[in-house]
């Protein structure tokens, strides 16, 4: 079974910076590209950022780039999202997503962390 399990949201003040992680099991997580999306309050799902299996090519949507990276970590099978530069923009809940098609279809999401920016 695919599990994707999302922690370190919270409440930080604009210009902060938080560390998000997806700790994954059920599959090879080495061999799956794997994304991060977001859902604004009141808005759709917005797809954030992206990374291929071995960690080498990454993407990122127009609005983070510069601020957020993202990264993984094969040997504990955990996906990870570095944001800096914090926005009150950026409020959403984050879900990681493993893809099925490169670089922001997805077949599986885990259950969401909250993030909150605001002074």
């Known amino acids: 079974e695919v599990q994707l399990v999302e922690s370190g949201g919270g409440l930080v003040q604009p210009g902060g910076s938080l560390r998000l992680s997806c700790a994954a099991s059920?599959?090879?997580?080495?061999?799956?590209?794997m994304s991060w999306v977001r859902q604004a309050p009141g808005k759709g799902l917005e797809w954030v950022s992206a990374?291929?299996?071995?960690?080498?090519?990454?993407v990122y949507v127009d609005s983070v780039k510069g601020r957020f990276t993202i990264s993984r970590d094969n040997a504990k099978s955990t996906l990870y999202l570095q944001m800096s530069s914090l926005k009150p923009e950026d409020t959403a809940v984050y879900y990681c997503?493993?893809?099925?098609?490169?670089?922001?279809?997805?077949?599986?999401w885990g259950q969401g962390t909250q993030v909150t920016v605001s002074s």
């Open positions: 059920g599959f090879t997580f080495s061999t799956v590209a």
């Open positions: 990374i291929n299996g071995g960690g080498g090519n990454t």
């Open positions: 997503a493993r893809i099925r098609a490169w670089p922001s279809e997805a077949d599986y």
